[in-house]
């Protein structure tokens, strides 16, 4: 099979046809093989009714229906697994993405041998207010994930040869970073695409403003996992060691405060009025803490599946 598009959906019953539709007529004027698979994240509007009946006309159409609404992540990650073709395209339902642009990121995909190509919505047709915070969003996102190329981490439309699809997981709300799991799975290929983009014609965002808040703690919890996933201790050891010296350079201050006041009967000393006291106490105690966190860290990881997880990309 040369394409598998996967659409994840909630509550998109008025776009579903049209999209369909669509999808149809660009394969079959091109010839290619392919399978729609749409993803309903638990709608509670006619969405799986029409995914049904869709199907029932064009077998190349298949569904597959949460039993509650999940997110956009997990419906990703249980069409890529489902997911046959050679190239898996992936596009929101509502509408904003034109399924005219899949034969040229397929292309890309095969001739260019790119592993991911990413849609890149250059003239966008959404609020102000979504458009700022996202440009500084994408910003932070570049400088974090290493890729330096791409304008548009979270556009929903985009490009994956197979094995990468095969061997990514997106969980939570990790759709917005899936180039920098990709980079993580060691596909360092990652290219980008102009589309164009138009506004929403049915129904309404299904996220709001706290998409920004949740991308940057998701992009701050990726950042940690890809550099001490499997060895917390190397930044709580760090962090600890750090916090031990400076309770220790409090502790030899206080010592030597003390003798002086010992030595010169003019000098007071009085050990619970003395900043360095306080300093030692505190900073001993959060240096004992972050090496407590950090052995907990390492047990955790001694248990989990993630510890010997490597990706291996060939064998002779
Ligand atoms: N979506 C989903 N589950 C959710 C929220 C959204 O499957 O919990 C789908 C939605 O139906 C659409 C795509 O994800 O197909 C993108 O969502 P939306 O258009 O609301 O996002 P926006 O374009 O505003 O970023
Ligand atoms: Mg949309």
Known sequence: MDISIVVPLYNEAESLPELADWIRRVMEELGFSYEIIFVDDGSTDTSFKIIRELSQANPSIKGIRFSRNYGKSPALNTGFQAAQGDVVITMDADLQDSPDEIPELYRMIKEEGYDLVSGWKKKRYDPLSKTIPTKLFNATARKVSGIKNLHDFNCGLKAYRHQVVKNIEVYGDMHRYIP????????????????????????????????????????????????????????????????????????????????????????????????????????????????LTGFMGELIIRNSAERNDYKIAERI
């Open 180 to 291: 920098y799991l990709a980079k993580n799975a060691g596909f360092r290929k990652i290219g980008e695409k102009e589309v164009k983009h138009r506004a929403r014609k049915y129904g309404h965002t299904k996220f709001g403003l706290d998409r920004f808040v949740n991308g940057y703690l998701d992009l701050g919890t990726l950042w940690f996992q890809t550099k001490f996933g499997v060895k917390p201790m190397h930044i709580f050891g760090l962090l600890g060691s750090f916090m031990f010296l400076v309770g220790f350079l409090a502790v030899l201050a206080v010592i030597i405060l003390k003798i002086v006041s010992m030595c010169n009967p003019d000098f007071h000393f009085y050990l619970t009025k003395s900043v360095y006291f306080y300093l030692s106490l505190a900073s001993m105690i959060m240096g004992l803490q972050f090496f």
